[in-house]
């Protein structure tokens, strides 16, 4: 039986300014799935991200998405002040989403960010900003995930520790719609691979 | 409660980051302090008409010294991603916004307030009018802040911004400076100032109402553009 769509894009159009990035998209994801965007660069793909997020509006077409409660967005840039630490930085996060922050200490280690946790976001490396943005994952405890680029920094050990958390997502129920430019690690499991034609 | 403590965390986090760069909160003050001291170099000794035009002193000192923080209010959010997930977080954008605002007047604005009275009876404001002088920069400062919060919203998104803001700001922080200056003059000639800080109260309830969603507004545009 199939799994109920909760996702749906129907027919969308989005636009820059006066160029269009692409029209008549349609996808339909459920819960439980890991979606792949793919596409040429400026084919629209952060764009379509932003729009299902809820940041940018759609020139047309219907789209039907989860309340942004079950939705976590993570994008391009990594939400984090470079005056505050990486603990601080979750912390702010926790407070702003209503999120339990006793799980900040396990949420880095899992990351393998301990030490990092104390230090200011300045001093953190490409890859540990990237981290600790990715720590929010584990605790929003959302269904959707929505991710721009997650790989970008990450070295080999990160990109495996990202697909530890994909796979454990995707086998507690939840769905993941990610852009990225590199190939997904195998242990991220069944992928659908979804292409953005102009 | 979820609401009162996302307002809360934001509140939180504004003051600390204030407290890692105490250079950076200190500026303006002292900006404002040596506008104020130096402008009775520039005239004769113990000139009397210098307690004339002392409330105007304190008060375009009072203003200048607040655009030189408001290009960052929202500016550091728009660089490192934060205003994406502000814009996503389950508190409403306008009451974050204000939270931050609130937070940018309690380092910024109050301050100045405080310090106007030492400052306007420095420049001969009379027993009467020192008062009065810091009472309308209570009721003025948060208004600034807004309103300056609020161009702060439109041009988070435009390089050298820090150039268009004062442009944009200033005219229309022209009535917060006739009413806060009015009431300080009246004082000073024995008259009762309450009219025009009555009017100061009405300018801060309307942009503490208004500016808010405005603000929210300009930077989700800020955010899809």
Redesign the interface.
């Known amino acids: 039986m199939q799994p109920t769509p909760t996702l749906v894009v129907e027919n969308l159009a989005l636009a820059r300014g006066d160029r269009t990035l692409f029209a008549g998209f349609s996808l339909t994801m459920a819960a439980g799935e890991v979606v792949h965007l793919t596409g040429r660069n400026g084919a629209g793909k952060t764009s379509l991200l932003e729009t299902i997020?809820?940041?940018?509006?759609p020139e047309s077409g219907r789209l039907s998405v989860p309340p942004?409660?079950q939705?976590h967005?993570i994008?391009?840039?990594?939400?984090?002040?470079?005056?505050?630490s990486a603990g601080?930085n979750l912390?702010?996060?926790?407070?702003?989403?209503?999120s339990d922050d006793g799980g900040i200490g396990a949420a880095l280690d899992r990351l393998q960010l301990r030490a990092a946790r104390y230090r200011p976001a300045r001093t953190l490396s490409t890859g540990q900003k990237r981290r600790t943005a990715l720590a929010r994952l584990l605790l929003s405890h959302r269904l959707w995930w929505l991710l721009d680029e997650p790989l970008a920094g990450l070295d080999v050990e990160g990109t495996t520790l990202f697909a530890e958390l994909v796979a454990a997502h995707r086998a507690a129920g939840g769905a993941i719609l990610l852009t990225s430019h590199q190939p997904l690690p195998p242990q991220c499991g069944l992928i659908r691979h979804v292409e953005l034609r102009a | 409660m979820?609401l009162l403590?996302?307002l809360?965390?934001?509140l939180?986090?504004e003051l600390?980051?204030a407290a890692?760069?105490p250079a950076e909160a200190a500026q303006p003050l002292l900006f404002y302090a040596l506008v104020a001291a130096i402008f009775p170099l520039g005239v004769t000794a113990n000139e009397p008409s210098l307690a004339k035009y002392a409330p105007a002193i304190v008060w375009i000192a009072a203003l200048l010294a607040s655009l030189m923080t408001l290009e960052r209010v929202f500016r550091?959010?728009f660089?490192?991603?934060?205003l994406?997930?502000?814009?996503?977080?389950?508190?409403p954008l306008p009451l974050?916004v204000a939270a931050k605002l609130a937070a940018h007047w309690l380092v910024g604005g109050l301050p100045l307030a405080l310090l106007a009275w030492p400052l306007g009876s420095g420049l001969g404001l009379s027993a009467e009018a020192a008062p009065v002088l810091a009472m309308s920069l209570l009721l003025g400062t948060p208004t600034l802040v807004l309103l300056g919060g609020f161009a702060a919203a439109l041009t988070v998104g435009l390089p050298r911004a820090g150039l268009l803001l004062p442009i944009l700001i200033l005219p229309m922080l022209a009535p917060v400076l006739i009413f806060g200056a009015g009431a300080v003059r009246m004082a000073a000639d024995g008259l009762d100032p309450s009219a025009p800080l009555y009017f100061l109260a009405a300018l801060l309830a309307l942009s503490a109402t208004l500016v808010p969603f405005a603000a929210a507004a300009a930077l989700?545009n800020a955010?899809?553009s």
Request: overall charge neutral.
């Open positions: 997020a809820g940041l940018r509006q942004p409660e939705m967005w994008g391009h840039k990594n939400g984090l002040h470079p005056a505050l601080e912390q702010f996060w926790c407070g702003l989403t209503g | 979820s403590k996302a809360g965390a934001t939180l986090r600390r980051l890692r760069a550091s959010d660089d490192d991603g934060t994406e997930l502000l814009a996503l977080a389950h508190p974050i989700r955010l899809e």
